[in-house]
């Protein structure tokens, strides 16, 4: 069975650096988990790694899309599997990169197939409140219900429509799934949430100051508001700005320094609950490693 490692974390913890460092020292490739980092013109917004880690390294899976496609997790999990095949065949490391705990969970753990939905039954229960949509979801597959949040509305929505669509419960098809044959190392950064929270107030700063701003601009005027990319982290709350152009701009960055607080929470959250080898980013960085 071939290895594969996996280095991730929340937001802003360091962990494009260690792998950075990582395929520097080993001769591996880096296949980037990210649902926003594939969109080319989304570069600062994303934190993609910097020009100078490309020339040194091979970065798979960044501006691979158009920012009017929409990405997913199913279109990651064969991307990647198809370059973890072709590096290993080569005698290459793969190192898987990113924070979409989501992209790397389905990745380890396999993808269910899930029929799809009439278009006229999504529309359907899309028009419908979530409040409702949720206690419906929760009658008729608790399991479900309990791994989302009242408010993931594309989720619940999906949920409930395959329920609808089928008679089958989301809950029963994600179960229905196959690891792939890899054996996966995965080393996840922890820091303290103080100090998470004040690397994540810096990064934005930063960010704003290299011009994030100006690219929200170009891209909502290529691309409008429906560009999957005003949907990330970021240009979200920038688009009420874009759009009206009112408002104090300072305000808005004070949304997105919280706004990614809270994702960073979340992301937390979600790995806790997995088999993982924990690094304590603090150490690290007193090692010159971050």
Request: overall charge negative.
């Amino acid at each position: 069975m071939n290895d594969v490692l996996v280095v991730t974390g929340p937001t802003a913890s360091g962990k494009t650096k260690l792998a950075h460092l990582i395929a520097l020292n080993t001769g591996a490739q880096i296949i980037v988990a990210d649902s926003m980092k594939v969109y080319r013109g989304a570069d600062i917004g994303t934190s993609k790694p910097p020009a100078a880690y490309r020339d040194e390294v091979k970065y798979h899976l960044v501006d691979t899309m158009d920012a009017m496609h929409r990405y997913n997790v199913g279109i990651f999990v064969k991307d990647a599997m198809s370059l973890i095949d072709s590096l290993h065949g080569k005698g290459i490391l793969p190192v898987v990169l990113g924070g979409t705990g989501l992209y790397i969970s389905k990745l380890i753990e396999g993808l269910a197939e899930i029929p799809a939905v009439p278009e006229e039954l999504k529309k359907a229960v899309e028009r419908e409140p979530v409040e409702k949509l949720y206690e419906e979801l929760q009658g008729i597959d608790p399991a479900r219900a309990a791994e989302l949040h009242p408010n993931m509305k594309k989720r619940i929505v999906r949920a409930v429509a395959v329920f609808r669509h089928t008679g089958k419960r989301m809950s029963e098809y994600l179960q229905d799934t196959e690891p792939a044959d890899y054996n996966f190392i995965v080393l996840n950064i922890t820091w303290d949430r103080d100090l998470l929270y004040e690397r994540i107030n810096q990064r934005v700063d930063r960010m704003v100051r290299e011009g994030m701003l100006e690219e929200a601009r170009e891209l909502y005027g290529r691309y409008g508001h429906e560009s999957p990319v005003f949907e990330g982290l970021g240009y979200r709350q920038l688009l009420p700005y874009l759009e009206t152009g009112e408002g104090d701009i300072d305000e808005y960055i004070d949304e997105i320094k919280k706004a990614t607080r809270n994702y960073a929470k979340s992301q937390l959250t979600w790995w806790r609950k997995k088999s993982l080898i924990c690094l304590d980013g603090k150490r690290l960085q007193e090692c010159g490693v971050l």
